[in-house]
C-alpha cells in the first residue's frame, strides 16, 4: 500500500486547524506529564492558604496572585486543548472522553484553588484597598481584583461554591453537554437537483439563503421535521436548564432576576438592558418595512417566513475561499494595516479550521486561549457572500484579542457585549468595501439587502430570542409544557414579523434548534447590543475618518481590562439613554431608503 503524499500546502485553503501551539502531541504520556506538572502547582499554591490574612504583607498577597495567574494559563491550555478537540469532532469518542476527563481534573482543581478568590471577596472594603496593588504598575491585577468583588453580594460560602461545581459536572454542564451532542449528531434529508442528500445541520441551514424559494421551504421544513422528533427531550433539557438556573442564581445567590444574572457579569446596568429591548421592539415596525419591501422586490405577493433570508438577485455565486480571505484581508488593510497583519497570524499559524465535516461543530466562533497564543477560529465555510461576513466576523474578534495580548489572561478578554464590537465592526467594514467596488445598481441592491439582512438577524432576531427567554424562564417557572413553549416561540414570532408576514406553525421548533438559548442564556442580547453600538461608531468613522481610528483601537485594546461603562463613557456613549440605541435605528433606516431608491 502506498501513502499518498499530502498536496503542498497553499497559502489559504480550506482545511482543519493546527492545534500543536496548545500541546505538541495529542498522546496520553505528553498529557500526563502536563497533568502532573498542574498538579505539584495546585498543591504548592493551596499551601500557601494559611498565609491569607487581612493584615499580610500586600507584596506577598501580589506574588500570590501571580502564582494564582499562572495556574489559570495552565488550565486554560488544557481546557482550550480539550475543548477544541472536541468541536472539531463532536462524534469522537477519544476526544469527548478526553475532553470529560479533564473537566473532572479542572474542576477538581478550580476547587482546591477557589478559597483565594472567595477569601478575597470575603474582605471588608478597607482591608481589601490595603491589599490592592498599585494602579501604575499592576493595572490589570488591579482591576481584576475590583472586578471580582463586584459579584460580592452573590458569592456564597466556600463549602456550597464547591458543592455547586461539583453538582455542575454532573448535572448543568453534563446535559449541555447531551444537547450538544443530540443536536451534533443530527442529519437531515433534502432533494437537490434531483437527488436525495444527507446534509449536516450546517449545510442545511446555509440553504434558507438559496435563491430558489422552494428549496429555502423544504430546507427549514426538513429542518423542523428532525429537530420536532428530538423536540420533547430537547424542551426536557432546557426546562432543566432554567430550573437549574433560577434555583442556583435566583434563590441560592440572590439576583434579582434570571437576566440579571447576565446584566451583572456582563457588567451592564439593568436598566441599560432594559432601555436597550424596549428600543428594539419599538422598531420591529422598521425591519417589517423592510420585509414588505424586500417582498416587492423578490416580485412574491406575500412575504413568508420562509424568505426572510432570500437573497435579491438570483444569483448563486459562489466565492473559493481564496478570494474571501484575499477579499477580507484587502479590506483590513485598507481600514489599517495592523488589522490585516494580525489577521494573517490566524492562517500563518494554522489556528483556522474552515472545511465542513460530519461531526464537526456548526455554526463559527473565535476561541482566545491564552493572550500570547495566537486566537483560534472555526468556521463552515460554504461559499457564500454570508460566509465572507462570518469569515470577516471571526477574524475580527480574533483581531480584538491580539490588540488586547498585552493584558493578563485574567482581563483580557472583553465583557461579552463588548467582546462584538471588532467583529461586527470587521463586518461592516467589508459590507462597505463591497458596495464603494459595486457600480452595477442591481448588484448594490443585492449587497445592500444582505447587509439589512445581517443587521435584522444580529439586532431584532437576537433581541427576539432574549424576550422569548424572558418569557419561557418565567412558564417553566409555572409548570409550562413544551407545547405551551412552540405557543410562546410562534407568539414572539407574530410579534416580531407583524401581521403580514406568513408564518409556517413548524417554525414553533425553531427555539430548539438555537444553542444559546440553551447554553448561555440571555447572551443574545450582547448581540444586539454590539449591532447598534457598532452602527453609532461607525457612523462617527465615517463623520470623523482618520481621527476615528486611534479612538477605537484604544477601546479595543482596552480588552477587559476596565469596566464597559467607562470605556464607552470614554467614547462619549450613554447606554441608558434611548436615544443612544434609537441613534444606530437612523443608520439602519438610512440603508432601507437607499436600498428604496435604488430598487425601483
Ligand atoms: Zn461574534
Not at 429537530?227 to 426546562?239: D, G, M, N, R, T
Amino acid at each position: 500500500m502506498s501513502v499518498t503524499p499530502a498536496p503542498p500546502a497553499t497559502a489559504y485553503e480550506v482545511r482543519a486547524w493546527d492545534l500543536s501551539d496548545l500541546l505538541s502531541a495529542p498522546d496520553e504520556e505528553v498529557i500526563a506529564r502536563r497533568l502532573e506538572d498542574l498538579a505539584a502547582d495546585v498543591e504548592a499554591f493551596a499551601g500557601a492558604r494559611g498565609e491569607l490574612r487581612p493584615d499580610m504583607d500586600p507584596q506577598r498577597f501580589l506574588a500570590l496572585l501571580k502564582q494564582y495567574e499562572a495556574l489559570v494559563e495552565k488550565m486554560d491550555v488544557l481546557d482550550g486543548y480539550a475543548s477544541l478537540r472536541f468541536a472539531s469532532d463532536t462524534q469522537s469518542t477519544a476526544a469527548l472522553s478526553l475532553r470529560n476527563r479533564l473537566q473532572r481534573v479542572l474542576t477538581g482543581h478550580e476547587n482546591r484553588i477557589l478559597f483565594f478568590r472567595l477569601w478575597w471577596k470575603g474582605l471588608e472594603d478597607e482591608q481589601a484597598e490595603r491589599l490592592l496593588p498599585d494602579a501604575e504598575r499592576e493595572p490589570d491585577l488591579r482591576h481584576y481584583l475590583l472586578d471580582l468583588r463586584r459579584t460580592r453580594p452573590y458569592t456564597l460560602d466556600e463549602r456550597t461554591e464547591q458543592v455547586i461545581n461539583l453538582k455542575d459536572m454532573n448535572g448543568a454542564s453534563a446535559i449541555l453537554t447531551l444537547y450538544s451532542m443530540l443536536t451534533n449528531r443530527l442529519t437531515f434529508e433534502l432533494e437537490l437537483e434531483g437527488e436525495t442528500r444527507l446534509l449536516t445541520d450546517g449545510e442545511i441551514r446555509s440553504l434558507y439563503f438559496s435563491p430558489d424559494p422552494e428549496i429555502r421551504r423544504a430546507s427549514y421544513l426538513e429542518s423542523f421535521r428532525v429537530y420536532e422528533q428530538e423536540s420533547k427531550i430537547l424542551a426536557q433539557i432546557y426546562a432543566n436548564r432554567v430550573r437549574d438556573w433560577y434555583t442556583e442564581h435566583v434563590e441560592l445567590r440572590g439576583f434579582a432576576s434570571p437576566i440579571a444574572v447576565r446584566n451583572v457579569a456582563n457588567d451592564i446596568p439593568d436598566r441599560a438592558v432594559e432601555v436597550l429591548l424596549e428600543v428594539v421592539k419599538q422598531n420591529a415596525p422598521l425591519f417589517q418595512d423592510y420585509f414588505r419591501l424586500k417582498s416587492r422586490l423578490l416580485g412574491l405577493d406575500r412575504l413568508r417566513r420562509f424568505d426572510v433570508y432570500a437573497p435579491l438577485a438570483s444569483s448563486d455565486r459562489k466565492i473559493p475561499f481564496a478570494d474571501a480571505v484575499e477579499a477580507v484581508l484587502a479590506t483590513f488593510r485598507r481600514f489599517d494595516p495592523r488589522f490585516a497583519e494580525l489577521a494573517e497570524r490566524v492562517f500563518a499559524r494554522n489556528h483556522i479550521d474552515s472545511e465542513i465535516r460530519l461531526g464537526k461543530k456548526g455554526g463559527a466562533f473565535c476561541s482566545t486561549i491564552l493572550p500570547r497564543l495566537t486566537p483560534w477560529v472555526l468556521i463552515n465555510y460554504n461559499q457564500r457572500v454570508r460566509d465572507v461576513a462570518t469569515l470577516a466576523h471571526e477574524l475580527g474578534h480574533a483581531v480584538h484579542s491580539m490588540l488586547a495580548s498585552h493584558h493578563s489572561v485574567l482581563t483580557q478578554h472583553p465583557s461579552l457585549p463588548l467582546a462584538e464590537t471588532a467583529s461586527v465592526f470587521a463586518e461592516m467594514l467589508m459590507t462597505d468595501r463591497l458596495l464603494a467596488d459595486e457600480s452595477d445598481p442591481v448588484a448594490r441592491r443585492e449587497l445592500l439587502a444582505a447587509a439589512i439582512d445581517d443587521v435584522y438577524a444580529t439586532i431584532l432576531r437576537q433581541t427576539y430570542f432574549v424576550l422569548f427567554e424572558l418569557d419561557a424562564h418565567r412558564a417553566i417557572l409555572d409548570d409550562a409544557s413544551g407545547e405551551d413553549l412552540e405557543r410562546l416561540y410562534l407568539q414572539n414570532l407574530r410579534q416580531q414579523f407583524g401581521d403580514e408576514m406568513e408564518i409556517d406553525p413548524a417554525f414553533r421548533f425553531e427555539w430548539v434548534s438555537i444553542p444559546h438559548i440553551f447554553q448561555t442564556p440571555f447572551y443574545c442580547y450582547s448581540y444586539s447590543f454590539g449591532q447598534l453600538l457598532v452602527l453609532a461608531l461607525y457612523r462617527r468613522y465615517q463623520q470623523e475618518g482618520e481621527a476615528f481610528k486611534p479612538r477605537y483601537l484604544r477601546l479595543l485594546s482596552h480588552g477587559g481590562a476596565a469596566r464597559p461603562e467607562e470605556l464607552l463613557g470614554e467614547m462619549g456613549i450613554d447606554v441608558t439613554d434611548p436615544a443612544f440605541w434609537q441613534s444606530g435605528f437612523e443608520v439602519v433606516r438610512g440603508m432601507i431608503d437607499e436600498l428604496r431608491s435604488i430598487g425601483t
